[in-house]
């Protein structure tokens, strides 16, 4: 069983930037490719970024390209969303989640940490 916590998030103004992180109590963490999602009230859930098991390959959402960074530290367990330029757009709930190599889904969901955006 894999435990995600993700913390950083906050209410900040248009412009503003801040790091999300996302801490995994799995001692496998580098055998898991990562995402970030995020869900705001009243819509579903959709995908911001991803990054493969070392950290060399990403991919974002259309949405976010530009302004958001994923990246991870396998020595400890985390990674990480750098989210700049933010706009009131941007406010939700965001989560991460683990895909287990051999798994085709994400398997393990953290609880969530809220953005709020104000312009």
């Known amino acids: 069983q894999v435990q995600l916590v993700e913390s950083g998030g906050g209410l900040v103004q248009a412009g503003d930037s801040l790091r999300l992180s996302c801490a995994a109590s799995?001692?496998?963490?580098?055998?898991?490719?990562m995402a970030w999602f995020r869900q705001a009230p009243g819509k579903e859930r959709e995908f911001v970024a991803r990054?493969?098991?070392?950290?060399?390959?990403?991919a974002y959402a259309d949405s976010v390209k530009g302004r958001f960074t994923v990246s991870r530290d396998n020595g400890k367990n985390t990674m990480y969303l750098q989210m700049n330029s933010l706009k009131p757009e941007d406010t939700a709930v965001y989560f991460c989640?683990?895909?287990?190599?051999?798994?085709?889904?994400?398997?393990?969901w953290g609880q969530g940490t809220q953005v709020t955006v104000s312009s």
């Open positions: 989640a683990a895909n287990p190599i051999n798994s085709p889904n994400y398997d393990y």
């Open positions: 799995a001692r496998t963490f580098s055998r898991f490719a």
């Open positions: 990054i493969n098991w070392s950290g060399g390959i990403t």
